[in-house]
């Protein structure tokens, strides 16, 4: 089992940043692929970003290329997601995923999830 916990999202004006954290327990955090989603009011949850459990190899999705970034650190067992300029269409609630590969997948097919954590940008 791997427990995930999802920190810094808050509200933020247009054009501003945020670093969003998820924090993993459990199993050994550099054997996961990992991912951020996330799902908005009325709409499906999208992947934004994906990583391989060695951090080799990032995929980001078009929406968000050039302006967010995923990293991770498996010394300290966190994922992390850089977003700049934001954009109102950014928000929604993000969740982290872990899935037991060392590879990502685009797909919704994680096996662990956070709780999510809520990004508001202001117009």
């Known amino acids: 089992q791997v427990q995930l916990v999802e920190s810094g999202g808050g509200l933020v004006q247009a054009g501003g940043s945020l670093r969003l954290s998820c924090a993993a327990s459990g199993r050994t955090f550099s054997l996961y692929a990992m991912a951020w989603f996330r799902q908005a009011p009325g709409k499906e949850r999208e992947i934004v970003a994906a990583?391989?459990?060695?951090?080799?190899?990032?995929y980001h999705a078009d929406s968000v290329q050039g302006r967010f970034t995923i990293s991770r650190d498996n010394a300290e067992s966190t994922l992390y997601l850089q977003m700049n300029i934001l954009r109102p269409e950014d928000t929604a609630l993000y969740y982290c995923?872990?899935?037991?590969?060392?590879?990502?997948?685009?797909?919704?097919?994680?096996?662990?999830w956070g709780q999510g954590t809520q990004v508001t940008v202001s117009s």
């Open positions: 995923a872990a899935r037991n590969t060392p590879g990502y997948t685009t797909g919704g097919d994680y096996h662990y």
């Open positions: 990583i391989t459990s060695s951090g080799g190899s990032t």
